[in-house]
């Protein structure tokens, strides 16, 4: 005889954590608290925090089926584990919210309320709408936010208050008819939403205030506002550009600067030939590429030890040979008569290809397969 089935979920809540364990006890009590009556569940991504804390969830897991774990092991990222969680539900209703109890949970049954009788895709919690507020939050964070915020709001066309909010609740199909076009990096997982396909979204913003976090500390540090950065450029250029290329890109537009003002410095101020000049401005712009890109680029795979100085040693050889290409084929469009501009951009474009992707192989080689 078929035993009677455990009622599916109507409302699935994704939590992400990174060093949260001290937060997940109080968070599993106030949702249990704020949902109760409703059929809800709480999934935790943990990307194998240090301090335990999906051992933590486990207990707390293993203590109350609704709560569940997924344990993500060697990979890293706010937006990507939210996309994992999101995608191991079969709830209709799915909320993003924090660990660290700064996002008010208490919001939770207006967001579904909303999101059930009204002709809606998406609610979001606001901190930037009437009745919402932003805690104990210094000016500098506040005027990054603002910032941030109107970067974004310019690329998504939708007069959100709060764009980098991480708090939301979505419909599960609305989700699930943009996951393949979500670029999945860094911290802004609502604006990769908004950005990834039309017609846009329906929206609303509910307000709540910010909480001041009591345990563990905030991961958002200058490697997030980069990857900010690049998925903002991605979502502009169309996602066949690969991320990576992107970085490199912008590093390689970095090294021109390094380039010119160390060929200035030897040449202009030190009375160095400029061949000379010339040729240790281009060393150390590689060198300095190299080190960008290993810290910014490849910040998941980082070289380290021995096999940062054989990783240099390929990259300039490299970088030697997309040099060669890129004076060959511009000098070879220039004489065939194309406008000088056109010719030099070919020729920056073909070298920068080719660095991207013969670094890509010899210097940050992928892991084989169990060899990490
Ligand atoms: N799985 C996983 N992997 N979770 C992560 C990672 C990661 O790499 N990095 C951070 N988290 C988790 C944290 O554990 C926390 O639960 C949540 O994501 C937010 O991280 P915080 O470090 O607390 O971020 P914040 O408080 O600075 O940023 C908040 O404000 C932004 C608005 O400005 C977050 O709420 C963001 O979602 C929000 O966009
Ligand atoms: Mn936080």
Same mark, same amino acid.
């Given at each position: 005889?078929?035993?009677?089935?455990?009622?599916?979920?109507?409302?699935?809540?994704?939590?992400?954590? @990174?060093?949260?364990?001290?937060?997940?006890?109080?968070?599993?009590?106030?949702?249990?608290?704020?949902?109760?009556?409703?059929?809800?569940?709480?999934?935790?991504?943990?990307?194998?925090?240090?301090?335990? +804390?999906?051992?933590?969830?486990?207990?707390?897991?293993?203590?109350?089926?609704?709560?569940?774990?997924?344990?993500?092991?060697?990979?890293?990222?706010?937006?990507?584990?939210?996309?994992?969680?999101?995608?191991?539900?079969?709830?209709?209703?799915?909320?993003? %919210?924090?660990?660290?109890?700064?996002?008010?949970?208490?919001?939770?049954?207006?967001?579904?309320?909303?999101?059930?009788?009204?002709?809606?895709?998406?609610?979001?919690?606001?901190?930037?709408?009437?009745?919402?507020?932003?805690?104990?939050?210094?000016?500098?964070?506040?005027?990054?936010?603002?910032?941030?915020?109107?970067?974004?709001?310019?690329?998504?066309?939708?007069?959100?208050?709060?764009? %980098?909010?991480?708090?939301?609740?979505?419909?599960?199909?609305?989700?699930?008819?943009?996951?393949?076009?979500?670029?999945?990096?860094?911290?802004?997982?609502?604006?990769?939403?908004?950005?990834?396909?039309?017609?846009?979204?329906?929206?609303?913003?509910?307000?709540?205030?910010?909480?001041?976090?009591?345990?563990?500390?905030?991961?958002?540090?200058?490697?997030?506002?980069?990857?900010?950065?690049? %998925?903002?450029?991605?979502?502009?250029?169309?996602?066949?550009?690969?991320?990576?290329?992107?970085?490199?890109?912008?590093?390689?537009?970095?090294?021109?600067?390094?380039?010119?003002?160390?060929?200035?410095?030897?040449?202009?101020?030190?009375?160095?030939?400029?061949?000379?000049?010339?040729?240790?401005?281009?060393?150390?712009?590689? +060198?300095?590429?190299?080190?960008?890109?290993?810290?910014? +680029?490849?910040?998941?795979?980082?070289?380290?030890?021995?096999?940062?100085?054989?990783?240099?040693?390929?990259?300039?050889?490299?970088?030697?040979?997309?040099?060669?290409?890129?004076?060959?084929?511009?000098?070879?469009?220039?004489?065939?008569?194309?406008?000088?501009?056109?010719?030099?951009?070919?020729?920056?474009?073909?070298?920068?290809?080719?660095? @991207?992707?013969? +670094?890509?192989?010899?210097?940050?080689?992928?892991?084989?397969?169990?060899?990490?």
């Amino acid at each position: 005889m078929p035993s009677t089935p455990c009622p599916p979920p109507l409302l699935s809540v994704i939590v992400p954590t @990174y060093n949260e364990a001290d937060n997940l006890a109080d968070l599993v009590g106030r949702v249990e608290r704020t949902l109760s009556g409703l059929a809800w569940e709480l999934i935790i991504v943990d990307d194998d925090s240090p301090d335990g +804390t999906a051992d933590r969830a486990r207990t707390l897991a293993a203590a109350d089926r609704r709560v569940r774990v997924l344990q993500r092991i060697g990979r890293r990222g706010l937006s990507s584990a939210c996309i994992e969680g999101l995608l191991a539900s079969s709830a209709p209703y799915l909320a993003v %919210m924090d660990a660290d109890l700064q996002h008010d949970e208490t919001l939770l049954p207006d967001m579904l309320a909303a999101l059930r009788s009204e002709d809606l895709d998406i609610v979001i919690g606001s901190r930037y709408v009437a009745g919402g507020g932003l805690g104990g939050w210094d000016e500098r964070r506040r005027s990054m936010s603002r910032f941030a915020g109107n970067l974004g709001r310019r690329l998504i066309k939708a007069d959100i208050k709060d764009p %980098m909010s991480g708090f939301f609740m979505v419909r599960a199909e609305v989700f699930r008819r943009r996951v393949r076009r979500l670029s999945g990096v860094g911290f802004k997982i609502l604006l990769d939403l908004f950005a990834s396909g039309e017609p846009p979204l329906r929206f609303r913003e509910l307000p709540y205030e910010f909480r001041v976090r009591q345990a563990g500390a905030s991961k958002l540090d200058n490697a997030v506002l980069w990857e900010y950065l690049l %998925m903002l450029i991605q979502k502009l250029l169309g996602p066949l550009i690969p991320l990576r290329f992107i970085a490199f890109s912008l590093i390689g537009g970095v090294g021109v600067g390094v380039h010119l003002l160390v060929l200035w410095l030897l040449f202009k101020g030190l009375g160095v030939s400029f061949l000379v000049g010339q040729a240790v401005a281009t060393l150390v712009a590689m +060198t300095s590429n190299f080190f960008l890109n290993n810290i910014l +680029t490849y910040r998941d795979m980082r070289l380290r030890g021995r096999a940062l100085i054989w990783g240099w040693l390929s990259f300039v050889l490299a970088c030697s040979v997309g040099a060669l290409a890129n004076v060959g084929i511009a000098t070879y469009l220039f004489q065939a008569e194309s406008y000088w501009v056109l010719s030099a951009i070919a020729g920056i474009l073909v070298g920068a290809v080719w660095n @991207y992707a013969v +670094t890509a192989i010899y210097t940050w080689k992928r892991p084989k397969a169990g060899a990490a």
